[in-house]
């Protein structure tokens, strides 16, 4: 059974930075595609990044420029890295493989003054 799990979270200021993490284990992420979505309370899940297997790389509008995605040299582990958080990016971020139709737990991130 392969299962997910997300981690780096916390609590952060505007403008401030995070770099979640995304491993899997009991298979390897190595070439699939990765996605990160987020839901924020009272919101629909939304799509926030995504790898594909080949290293094409994909944002939504909202965090271009500022989040980036990246894989670890081995595969197991997908980042993504939020700089310059906005309040707006408060959500529980989870990340997917559709292939395998996994999610994780998810990880909170809070941005708050």
């Known amino acids: 059974q392969v299962q997910l799990v997300e981690s780096g979270g916390g609590s952060v200021q505007p403008g401030g930075s995070l770099r979640l993490a995304c491993a899997a284990s009991?298979?390897?992420?190595?070439?699939?595609?990765v996605n990160w979505y987020r839901q924020a309370p009272g919101k629909q899940r939304e799509f926030v990044a995504s790898?594909?297997?080949?290293?094409?790389?994909n944002y939504a509008e909202s965090v271009k420029g500022r989040f980036t995605v990246s894989r670890e040299n081995a595969g197991n582990t997908v980042y993504l890295q939020m700089n310059s958080l906005k309040p707006e990016d408060t959500a529980v971020y989870y990340c997917?493989?559709?292939?395998?139709?996994?999610w994780g737990q998810g990880t909170q991130v809070t941005v708050s003054s």
């Open positions: 790898v594909t297997g080949g290293g094409i790389l």
């Open positions: 997917h493989v559709p292939s395998w139709d996994n």
């Open positions: 009991g298979g390897s992420m190595r070439f699939r595609a």
